[in-house]
């Protein structure tokens, strides 16, 4: 029996498209969805700790950049030009992480609590704790 040429080429294409369409399917369903982070990779920004009697928390926002939070109240991180970080407590001191920020933060703050509008760039600290180096509204 002699099979036509056009029956041989069009197995060969169905075979082609259905083996390509298999490993395209096999590397889409596999893949984790976009803006998740990849399994076994880690948030650069995130750290949980106790440090001067308060609990920082941080992690990578929904654009990636870094969110932190001081006893559950968000504290704003600015990225600076030398790739750091500052926060509305001190402008001055640019800190290689976001974790070393929350911290130079939290010990400037002394005993004050974070106001909530700390997040929006408006600090205020409790005068009866007040900072160290005298950060009061």
């Given at each position: 029996?002699?099979?036509?040429?056009?029956?041989?080429?069009?197995?060969?294409?169905?075979?082609?498209?259905?083996?390509?369409?298999?490993?395209?399917?096999?590397?889409?369903?596999?893949?984790?969805?976009?803006?998740?982070?990849?399994?076994?990779a880690?948030?650069?920004?995130?750290?949980?700790?106790?440090?001067?009697?308060?609990?920082?928390?941080?992690?990578?926002?929904?654009?990636?950049?870094?969110?932190a939070?001081?006893?559950?109240?968000?504290?704003?991180?600015?990225?600076c030009?030398?790739?750091?970080?500052?926060?509305?407590?001190d402008?001055?001191?640019?800190?290689?992480?976001?974790?070393?920020?929350?911290?130079?933060?939290?010990?400037?703050?002394?005993?004050?609590?974070?106001?909530?509008?700390?997040?929006?760039?408006?600090?205020?600290?409790?005068?009866?704790g007040?900072?160290p180096?005298g950060?009061?509204?």
């Open positions: 029996m002699i099979v036509p040429r056009r029956l041989v080429l069009r197995s060969l294409f169905a075979l082609a498209v259905t083996a390509f369409t298999g490993g395209v399917l096999g590397r889409v369903t596999t893949r984790p969805p976009s803006g998740a982070p990849a399994e076994g880690r948030d650069p920004h995130a750290f949980d700790e106790m440090y001067g009697g308060r609990h920082l928390l941080g992690f990578s926002g929904p654009e990636g950049g870094p969110v939070l001081v006893d559950g109240r968000p504290l704003h991180l600015m990225r030009a030398d790739g750091g970080f500052v926060t509305p407590i402008h001055y001191e640019s800190c290689p992480t976001p974790l070393a920020a929350v911290r130079a933060a939290v010990d400037e703050l002394g005993t004050a609590r974070l106001s909530p509008l700390a997040a929006a760039h408006g600090v205020h600290t409790d005068p009866t007040g900072s180096r950060v009061h509204a």
